[in-house]
Each structure stands twice: as C-alpha cells, then as structure tokens.
C-alpha cells in the first residue's frame, strides 16, 4: 500500500472538480490524472466515480480497457520497443528478446529497481529507419543491441520522468 501513499490527493481532487462537467467527461479526466500522477490510484477511483455519478466497477472497467492507463506508479523510464511490420521486418523481434534478457522484465514489466519498464508499441512513425524505440520522448531508429545497451546506459543518467 505504500504505493497509494505517493499520489497527491489534493491535486487529483482539483483535477475532478475541474474536468467532472465536461462533456464525455472520463476519459479526460483519467488522462489528467495520470499525467499529474503518473498513474491512475486505486484509491481515486471512488472519487472519479462519485463525482460522475458512475459506479466504480464502470471508472475501473475502463481504466483496465485502456492499456494506456496505468494502476501502479511507472518506472523511472519507459523503453517502448516498436512491433509494427516495418520495424519487424528490419530486426525489432530480436531486438525485443534482447531486451526482455537484458532487462530481465517481459512486456509491461518494470524492472527490480523501478528504473525501467518494457513495452511494445504498434508504430513510432519511423518506418525507414527500423528497429526504432522511444525512451521517454526520444524516438531513436536503426537501433541494435549494441546500440539498445547504450540507450539504457544514457537513460540512468537522464532526469527522472513520469511516464505515463
């Protein structure tokens, strides 16, 4: 339950109140909590509910939906690994067994350390210059394990991030 105690309750209540009459209001509201926050807190859940109007069992319905929203606070930084045809095509399938062994962590897993979390994601918009991946913001293209390895070496030196 430590987890839950590092949200900001304060803000995630700003947030409802700010966002709870608009229309379709949901899914904008989950959006600005997790970018406040990081992730969605368990414990906000009854909040988003009751101020919809809605039960919880629906706010957490579609928070489970969307694989975009996160229950559990993220890792320091977050490697997605771009799946797409394209970057299959150009190696990305090795490349993400490398770094599933590298890291020690399948797809959607963090790292021991929380410093890392691996992810797949289906184009990064850099189709020529597969295997691409993103870092944080960074999209980097032709990437190899060598080239992976001094990504993660980068990152550690990188600021902390929320990633969402």
Not at 65 to 71: D, E, I, L, P, T
Not at 115 to 141: K, Q, T
């Amino acid at each position: 339950m430590a987890e839950q105690a590092q949200w900001d309750r304060q803000r995630v209540s700003e947030i409802i109140h700010s966002t709870k009459s608009m229309a379709g209001a949901l899914l904008p509201m989950l959006h600005a909590i997790q970018d406040s926050q990081g992730y969605i807190p368990k414990d906000a859940v009854p909040m988003i509910a009751e101020s919809l109007n809605q039960t919880r069992a629906e706010v957490h319905g579609v928070i489970s939906f969307y694989h975009h929203f996160r229950q559990t606070p993220p890792a320091r930084k977050r490697i997605e690994i771009c799946r797409a045809e394209a970057c299959q095509a150009r190696g990305s399938r090795e490349l993400e067994a490398y770094a599933k062994e590298k890291l020690g962590i399948s797809y959607h897993g963090m790292t021991a350390s929380r410093d890392f979390s691996l992810d797949p994601v289906y184009c990064l918009g850099n189709c020529a210059c597969g295997p691409s991946v993103r870092i944080g913001d960074e999209v980097v293209g032709r990437v190899d394990k060598t080239r992976f390895d001094e990504l993660v070496d980068d990152a550690m030196t990188l600021p902390l991030e929320i990633s969402s």
